[in-house]
Structures are given as structure tokens and as C-alpha cells.
């Protein structure tokens, strides 16, 4: 028996949220400033507004928020970017049935139902050395291994009239792979991409958090070990706009290049 | 072999194999032989109760698939690989979303092995013998099923088919826009000579459109009856009726036989 939690309900509620998003962020930072600038102005749960405001200028200087941050969102968007097209290049040898490389590839989808993938990145940090350009490959590995799973699975569910009129218009396989295949499935590797870029910032400043060197995750570090509240308030919401503003990219991307998908 | 022929399918057979030995045959010896006509093109339907073949059929004749037995020839040349020669219009709607309707017709050209392939240059050609100029830049999701199908039946006469095979896309369409479809085939055909192999379980369709009928049996699959069909005399009273209890005088009473749907 599956239980939908989509129910006609929770889909209007979800509907409303949406529509209301920036009314919605709006009462939530008036309720901030009210309840915790003067209501509850010394508590250990969020900081006073006009604290965080002048943390700012501390986070910029002390610690070095512009270039941490680059070096965080330079890795994270470079691999993303990076694996997508590499993912599309090799999209021959990714549907190609009984190759070799493309089924040791897909083997290894069968870890990552049984093992959440943040453990991969956990060994993955215990084995690589601290470096931006190990950070880069390490989120282009994995970026690429979940984009071309990803690509196999929904390899199966291409259109089969798409292929049987491409086959017999003469189409070769190299052709029907990046032709017909790619772009069938390529709005959902989109679709997927939005959850990948979620995982990949989490992947990011654990990374950076357990190095300790660089990055956002630095950044969080340093402002634990400092018991700086509002750093860490700061630094938390420029991550949250971020990682929103990523994800409207690429849904402007979707919306752009597959424009069919959402008919 | 008869170079004056189209299509000639010699003693076709297919069955498949399950995991388990366990083997179903789907045609048996189909035999079909299509000639030239004198003028313009023709348009054959092969009428059969649903699952009996058709696609299967189709597919073999196409290329797709292989027979496991018997041989395809088109004009005269044996055909066992898929090059456009026998261009495929599957049942559903399958004209590239991702394509506007100039891309879909390169698509057919780039791809196309046959020898009478259009030069790219021949794509807007292609585009107003289906009608469908003016919508150059649309892309077939912003569309009907009717627009649909005329870019893949455009894609397949810039592929330079010899014969074009029709699975059975009527299905979806109604009134007025099967009625202009259906002027289309014969229009291409009468005036681009164009070859039409329509699959079809609605005997109205196939009665409506086709010079030439192949009753194919329940499965498995074989010709039963081939009945020329005189499309001037479509008006006259009593001459669809004849044809259909032909054809259905051709299934036993228990055999499940072709619908009359309108």
C-alpha cells in the first residue's frame, strides 16, 4: 500500500505558499525584526537584526566572506555545469545497450539506493587533502555519476514511436543518442539537476566545514568556534538566497531550452 | 525480381520468444504485392482486427524489424535495414517536440540513406505540400494531432521514401481534421505520386482512403483477402456496405473482426 501525501489539500496549500512566497518572506523578516529587536532582544536563538547588519561588514573583513564564498560557488556551479555537458557528450556511450563502461557506470546506482550518497562524500573527504581544485572534482564526479544514472533510467522511458520513426528514417545510433535520447530525457535530467544542486551545496560545506580551509563551510566553522550568532545567522541566509537564486537559474534554463516538457 | 512492383513482401513470418521456450507467432507467411500504377502513387490498406500484426508488419517492412522468415522487396531491391526507403509513421503522434517544423524535415534529410532523399534546400517545398506553411517555426506540442501528422508525413517525403507506412494515425483524429488528412493522402499521391501503406481496424478509414485492401486475420497474422476498392464509386449507394460485409464475410463468428467506428 503507497500513502500520497499529494493530497488535493497540501498541493493548494503548497499552491497558495508558493503565490504568496515573497509576501510570505516578508511577514517572516517584519515578525524578525518585532519579535527579536524588541520584544526578545538578548536570547540565544536568532540574533538582533541590527547586529546582523553589523556583522556584515566583520563577516566581509574578518572573515574573508568574497573570496570563501567564490571559491564555494565557482566549485559548486563550475562541476554542475561541467558534468551536465559532459554528461551530454558522452550520451552515446550512455545509452548504448550492453557497453561495457556504460553498465560498470550503472552498476553503481545499485549503492546509491542502499546508501545515502552524503556517506560517498563523507569518504571522499577522508580521502582527498583540502584543496579547491579536489573540491571541484570531487562535486564533478559526483555531479556526473548522478546525471548519467539518472540519463540510463529514464533512457527506458523515451517515446518509442520517437525511436521506431528515427530508426526507419535511416537514423544511426550515435544520431538517435544525442538526437532523439538526450533531448527526450534531458528535461528531466533539469528536473534532476535541481535536487542535485541542493546536495551539491550540502556536499560543499561539509567538505569545507571538516577541511577547514576555505569556503562557506569555513566560514560556518570559524563562526561556531566563535559562538558568533549572528555570522552564522548571516552567513545562512546569503547561502539560502544563493542556492534559491541557483535553483530559479536553472529552472530558467529549463524553461528556455525544453520548453516542450512543460506541455 | 519485378522492378514495376513497389512492395513485395515474400512469405513473412515473425514469432517471438519468451524467457521461458514459450513462443508466439504473430504473422504467418504474409504475402503482399503492391505494383506501380500507371500514374500517380497508391494507397494500400492492410484491415485487421486490433493485435493481429499490423505494426508488427509494418515495422518488418520498414526495416525495424527483422522477419524470422521470408524477405521484403521495394522496387524490385531486397530491403532488410531501416535507410528511409520504407519510412514508418508510428501510431502516435511522432514528430519531435524538442524540433520546430523545419527541424523535423533536416532531421528526415541529415538522417535519410535513401537515394531519393530531398536536398535541404527542398525543405519549404515539403512544408507547403503538407500545408502547413506559415508554421515553419512552430513546434508540433503548440499544435493539434492533425498538425502532428503532417510534419511526420513532411518528414518522411523529404527522407525520399518509396513507400510510406501509416500505423494506424487516424485513431486519434476526428472530424474535420481526419477528413483533411485523409485529403492530404490522396492529394499527395494523385499529385506527388506519392506511395501509401495504411494499417488500419476501422474499415471506414481503410474503404474511405485506399485503391487497394489486404484483410489480414485474427493473429497470427495472414492475408485473407485482397479486394480492389474503386474510390469514384465511394458516393454511390451501397458500394461502402458491399465492401464491408466483403470484408467482414472474411472472419468466422467467433473471430474478433475489424471495428466500424466512424
Not at chain 2, 17 to 41: C, F, M, R, Y
Not at chain 2, 48 to 71: A, D, M
Not at chain 2, 196 to 201: A, D, E, G, V
Request: aromatic share 12%; hydrophobic share 45%.
Amino acid at each position: 500500500m503507497s500513502f500520497n501525501l499529494q493530497t488535493p489539500g497540501i498541493l493548494k496549500l503548497k499552491k497558495l505558499a508558493l503565490k504568496n512566497l515573497h509576501r510570505l518572506l516578508l511577514f517572516y523578516l517584519l515578525l524578525w525584526v518585532v519579535l527579536f529587536e524588541f520584544i526578545l532582544p538578548a536570547n540565544n536563538f536568532l540574533p538582533k537584526p541590527s547586529i546582523v547588519l553589523l556583522s556584515f561588514a566583520a563577516l566581509w573583513k574578518d572573515y574573508r566572506l568574497p573570496v570563501n564564498f567564490l571559491i564555494t560557488i565557482s566549485s559548486i556551479y563550475v562541476a554542475l555545469v561541467a558534468a551536465y555537458f559532459l554528461a551530454e557528450y558522452l550520451a552515446p556511450v550512455i545509452f548504448k545497450k550492453n557497453h561495457l563502461f556504460s553498465e560498470f557506470l550503472f552498476s553503481l546506482h545499485w549503492f546509491s539506493i542502499y546508501v545515502p550518497w552524503i556517506i560517498f562524500g563523507i569518504f571522499l573527504i577522508y580521502w582527498f587533502p583540502a584543496s579547491p581544485i579536489i573540491e571541484f572534482l570531487l562535486l564533478l564526479v559526483i555531479s556526473f555519476f548522478s546525471l548519467i544514472i539518472k540519463m540510463k533510467e529514464e533512457s527506458a522511458s523515451v517515446g518509442k514511436e520517437y525511436l521506431d520513426s528515427a530508426v526507419s528514417l535511416g537514423a544511426d545510433e550515435k544520431t538517435i543518442s544525442k538526437k532523439i535520447k538526450w533531448k527526450a530525457v534531458q528535461p528531466k535530467i533539469l528536473k534532476h539537476s535541481v535536487q542535485l544542486h541542493f546536495n551539491l551545496w550540502t556536499l560543499a560545506i561539509v567538505f569545507e566545514f571538516i577541511k577547514n580551509g576555505y569556503g562557506l563551510g569555513t566560514i560556518f566553522r570559524l563562526a561556531l568556534d566563535y559562538k558568533d550568532l549572528s555570522a552564522l545567522f548571516t552567513v545562512s541566509i546569503i547561502t539560502g538566497v544563493f542556492i534559491y537564486l541557483g535553483t530559479l537559474l536553472i529552472k530558467y534554463y529549463q524553461n528556455k531550452f525544453c520548453h516542450w516538457s512543460f506541455n | 525480381m519485378n522492378t514495376d512492383c513497389i512492395l513485395e513482401v515474400k512469405d513473412v513470418s515473425k514469432s517471438f520468444h519468451g524467457l521461458a521456450g514459450a513462443s508466439l507467432t504473430v504473422l504467418d507467411k504474409i504475402n503482399i504485392k503492391i505494383d506501380k500504377p500507371s500514374s500517380g502513387g497508391i494507397i494500400t490498406s492492410i484491415v485487421s482486427p486490433f493485435n493481429s500484426g499490423k505494426t508488427t508488419l509494418l515495422k518488418i517492412i520498414s526495416g525495424i524489424e527483422k522477419p524470422s522468415s521470408g524477405e521484403v522487396f521495394i522496387e524490385g531491391k531486397i530491403h532488410n535495414k531501416a535507410d528511409g526507403t520504407a519510412a514508418f509513421v508510428p501510431e502516435k503522434p511522432s514528430s519531435f517536440p524538442w524540433m520546430n517544423v523545419k527541424q523535423n524535415i533536416q532531421f528526415a534529410i541529415e538522417v535519410s540513406k535513401s537515394p531519393g532523399k530531398k536536398e535541404k534546400a527542398n525543405v519549404d517545398e515539403m512544408i507547403s505540400a503538407v500545408g502547413l506553411a506559415g508554421y515553419e517555426d512552430h513546434f508540433p506540442h503548440e499544435k493539434s494531432a492533425g498538425f502532428r501528422l503532417r510534419i511526420s508525413i513532411a518528414r518522411v517525403l523529404a527522407a525520399g521514401t518509396k513507400l510510406i507506412l501509416l500505423d494506424d494515425n487516424f485513431k486519434i483524429l476526428h472530424g474535420e481534421t481526419k477528413k483533411e488528412i485523409i485529403q492530404l493522402i490522396k492529394f499527395l499521391s494523385r499529385e506527388h505520386g506519392e506511395n501509401f501503406l495504411f494499417s488500419t481496424s476501422n474499415i471506414n478509414d481503410a474503404v474511405s482512403i485506399s485503391n487497394k485492401l489486404f484483410v489480414m486475420s485474427n493473429r497470427p497474422g495472414k492475408i485473407i483477402k485482397i479486394i480492389d476498392n474503386d474510390l469514384s464509386k465511394l458516393d454511390e449507394s451501397g458500394y461502402i456496405s458491399s465492401i464491408k460485409n466483403e470484408i467482414e464475410n472474411c472472419f468466422s463468428g467467433h473471430d474478433r473482426i475489424p471495428s466500424f467506428a466512424n
